[in-house]
T-cell receptor, first 116, second 115 residues
Framework: AQSVTQLDSQVPVFEEAPVELRCNYSSSVSVYLFWYVQYPNQGLQLLLKYLSGSTLVKGINGFEAEFNKSQTSFHLRKPSVHISDTAEYFCAVRGRFGGGYNKLIFGAGTRLAVHP | NAGVTQTPKFRVLKTGQSMTLLCAQDMNHEYMYWYRQDPGMGLRLIHYSVGEGTTAKGEVPDGYNVSRLKKQNFLLGLESAAPSQTSVYFC??????????????FGPGTRLTVT
């Protein structure tokens, strides 16, 4: 079975400071990982994804994440955050439906609050 | 190109009432999904569809029904609403199930309150 744990429910940070949002996963199948962002009163949108290849994945808006197989982690980082990065961030892992179709299993989310 | 749209945006129901949430996508995607989002629980899959005319249960299907009569539309029905169904509902779609292109596109959500 697959599952995702986001270790922090809320992360407050000052503008222009670095930030790391932590995600750990478990998976019994090949690992594919995703980060989605949800801005206030909006739906989710994809930030970045890891399917294979380089373990350092770059996404939109200056975010990046590193896949660490030995630590079963996929932490999201940004070296300098802006007020506009205030949002909820969801880590997700690929799962499988019974018929073999792919699906996403989401973590509980981390609320990033950027303060001036 | 509107992407994924949801109707309505907000709704208040009394216990026992019924309603249908409509999701529409204009990207010709095969797969569509309905999630509910509750504080501290992330997104949980209610039902999904891998093509026109097909539907299947997700993690939390009880109390909901779905239909996908047209490829672009995915309807979520609540036959007899309960306060436990107070939530934000998101519809999503993906082009297909292949990993190389796997990305889900989300609608803006429907905030439902059941009193």
């Amino acid at each position: 079975a697959q599952s995702v744990t986001q270790l922090d429910s809320q992360v407050p940070v000052f503008e222009e400071a670095p930030v790391e949002l932590r995600c750990n996963y478990s998976s019994s199948v090949s690992v594919y990982l995703f980060w989605y962002v949800q801005y206030p009163n909006q739906g989710l949108q994809l930030l970045l994804k890891y399917l294979s290849g380089s373990t350092l994945v770059k996404g939109i808006n200056g975010f990046e994440a590193e896949f660490n197989k030995s630590q079963t982690s996929f932490h999201l980082r940004k070296p300098s955050v802006h007020i506009s990065d205030t949002a909820e961030y969801f880590c997700a892992v690929r799962g499988r439906f019974g018929g073999g179709y792919n699906k996403l299993i989401f973590g509980a989310g981390t609320r990033l609050a950027v303060h001036p | 190109n509107a992407g994924v749209t949801q109707t309505p945006k907000f709704r208040v129901l009394k216990t026992g009432q019924s309603m249908t949430l409509l999701c529409a996508q204009d990207m010709n995607h095969e797969y569509m999904y309905w999630y509910r989002q509750d504080p501290g629980m992330g997104l949980r899959l209610i039902h999904y569809s891998v093509g026109e005319g097909t539907t299947a249960k997700g993690e939390v299907p009880d109390g909901y029904n779905v239909s996908r009569l047209k490829k672009q539309n995915f309807l979520l029905g609540l036959e007899s609403a309960a306060p436990s169904q107070t939530s934000v509902y998101f519809c999503a779609s993906s082009r297909d199930g292949s990993l190389s292109s796997y990305e889900q596109y989300f609608g803006p959500g429907t905030r439902l309150t059941v009193t």
